[in-house]
C-alpha cells in the first residue's frame, strides 16, 4: 500500500513540469509517472507493462534501459515456507531468481530431480489489489483532466486493466489456462510451455518446470546500438531472434484462428528465448477467447498486412476492424444507407480525415502500425467524437493478444 506521501510526490512532479518552460511537457509527465509506478511496483507496474506493450506511452523518451519494466519489478520478503511444504524440494533458492509485477519467483529442485520455478503471488497484491486499484482509478482520473491527450487515454488504459489484474491473482485459473496450452503445443517443435505440479500448486502457488534462457525483455532491456538485441540473442542462445519473434506473432495469429483460445498477455518479460529458434511462453493469468467470427478476423488480419505492405488504406482497415471487434455496431451501420455507401463507409471517410489532423506532428497512422500499436492507433479512432464505439472486455483481450505481432521491428 502506498502512503500519501507517494502520491502527493507525484502530483508534485507533474505540478513543477506543467509550470515550468520545458517545451515537451507531454514527454516529461510521462517520464515522471513511469518512474514513479515503477518504483512502486505491483499493479502499477501491470499498468506500466500494458501502457507500454499497446500504447505509445513511452514515444519519444524511452529506450533499452526501460525495457526492464517488462522483466524485474520490486521485490518483497516472504517466508516460503508459508506458501509450499519445503519436505518436498531437495533445494530451493534463497532469494527469488525473479521478481514480476504481481509474483515473486524462487528456483527449486524437487526431491524427484525436477528442476522447477516457484511462482507466489505477492503478499501485498494479494493484500492491498483492491485499494490500489481505487488509487489507480483516481490518478488516472487525474491525469485525464490536466494532463494532454495527445497520445495516452489514462482512463481507457485503467478500465481495461483493473478487469484483467483481478482474474490475474487467481492462480487456479492461470493453471487452467496453461494447461490448455501445455495440451494444445504438446510435441511443438518451437514452442514449449512450462509443466505445472498441481499437487504442489495453490491459489496463491504455481510450481511449474523451470525454463533457463534470456526473456525478450532481457535482450531488449540490454541491447546497445553496437550490440543490437538479435547479437544478443545469437551469443545467448545461438537462435535468430527474428525469426523467434515470428513465431510468437505467428502463434497469436494461428490460435486466434484454429484454438478456443488466444495467448492473452505476450509481452517481453513472458516470452523466453531459448536455443534452436524456439521460444518458451510463461505467465497465463489472461487468455483470449477465439474471434466471434473467422471470416471477419481474417478480413481485418489482411487489411492490417496490405496497409503494412502498403497495398491498402486505412478506410479499409478502420471498416474491418469494426466488424472484427464490434460486429453489433457494424451490421446496424451498414443498414443505414447513403446513395452508394453505407454509414460504415462514410464514418470511415470522416474519421480517416479526423485522424489524420490528430496525429498531425506526431508519428503517422502508418508509422504506429508498423512499430506494432494496433490498440493504441484503434482505440484512438473508435473512441473518436464522430462515433462512439467502445470494444467490449473479450476484443480488448484478444487485440492485446494481437499485440505479439508487433515485436520485431526494433533489434536490429
Not at 72 to 82: F, K, S, T, W
Not at 212 to 224: E, F, N, R
Not at 362 to 378: M, P, Q
Request: aromatic share 12%; with cysteine.
Amino acid at each position: 500500500m502506498k502512503t500519501v506521501r507517494c502520491y502527493a510526490s507525484l502530483i508534485w512532479k507533474l505540478a513543477k513540469i506543467a509550470c515550468s518552460k520545458e517545451p515537451n511537457k507531454d514527454t516529461e509527465y510521462r517520464r515522471a509517472i513511469f518512474y514513479s509506478f515503477k518504483e512502486w511496483g505491483g499493479v502499477y507496474i501491470k499498468f506500466l507493462q500494458v501502457m507500454a506493450g499497446a500504447s505509445k506511452f513511452m514515444e519519444g523518451w524511452g529506450g533499452p534501459r526501460e525495457m526492464e519494466v517488462f522483466s524485474q519489478a520490486p521485490r518483497e520478503d516472504l517466508n516460503l515456507a508459508d506458501y509450499v511444504d519445503l519436505k518436498n524440494f531437495a533445494a530451493v533458492s534463497a532469494e527469488p531468481v525473479a521478481a514480476g509485477s504481481f509474483a515473486l519467483v524462487y528456483r527449486g529442485t524437487l526431491v524427484t530431480g525436477e528442476d522447477v520455478a516457484i511462482k507466489v503471488l505477492h503478499p501485498s497484491i494479494k493484500k492491498g489489489l483492491k485499494h490500489n486499484l481505487a488509487v489507480l482509478g483516481r490518478l488516472c482520473k487525474f491525469f485525464t483532466h490536466f494532463l494532454p491527450q495527445t497520445l495516452v487515454d489514462y482512463n481507457e488504459a485503467y478500465a481495461a486493466c483493473a478487469k484483467m489484474f483481478a482474474l490475474e491473482t487467481d492462480y487456479r485459473r492461470e493453471m487452467a489456462n496453461q494447461e490448455f496450452f501445455a495440451q494444445f503445443y504438446q510435441g511443438h517443435p518451437r514452442v514449449v510451455i512450462p509443466k505445472i505440479y498441481r499437487e504442489l500448486s495453490s491459489r496463491d502457488v504455481i510450481v511449474q518446470d523451470f525454463i533457463a534462457g534470456p526473456t525478450l525483455a532481457d535482450v531488449m532491456s540490454k541491447s546497445t546500438p553496437e550490440k543490437p538485441a538479435s547479437q544478443l540473442t545469437k551469443e545467448l542462445t545461438g537462435s535468430d531472434l527474428w525469426e523467434q519473434v515470428v513465431i510468437a506473432g505467428g502463434e497469436a495469429l494461428y490460435t486466434a484462428m484454429c484454438a478456443d483460445y488466444v495467448y492473452g498477455d505476450p509481452h517481453p518479460g513472458n516470452i523466453i528465448l531459448l536455443p534452436d529458434n524456439r521460444i518458451a511462453l510463461i505467465d497465463f493469468g489472461i487468455i483470449a477467447n477465439r474471434p466471434r467470427s473467422h471470416r471477419a478476423f481474417y478480413d481485418w488480419v489482411r487489411s492490417y498486412y496490405d496497409i503494412l505492405n502498403e497495398t491498402g488504406g486505412f478506410k479499409q482497415l478502420l471498416e474491418t476492424s469494426v466488424i472484427c471487434f464490434c460486429p453489433d455496431i457494424a451490421l446496424a451501420m451498414q443498414r443505414c444507407n447513403f446513395g452508394e455507401d453505407d454509414l460504415l463507409a462514410v464514418l470511415s471517410d470522416a474519421i480517416t480525415e479526423k485522424l489524420d489532423h490528430e496525429m498531425n506532428g506526431n508519428v503517422s497512422y502508418l508509422e504506429s502500425f508498423k512499430a506494432g500499436h494496433l490498440a493504441d492507433v484503434f482505440i484512438k479512432v473508435v473512441g473518436t467524437k464522430v462515433i462512439e464505439v467502445k470494444i467490449d472486455m473479450v476484443n480488448f483481450e484478444l487485440m492485446k493478444a494481437m499485440q505479439a505481432s508487433g515485436f520485431g521491428n526494433d533489434f536490429g
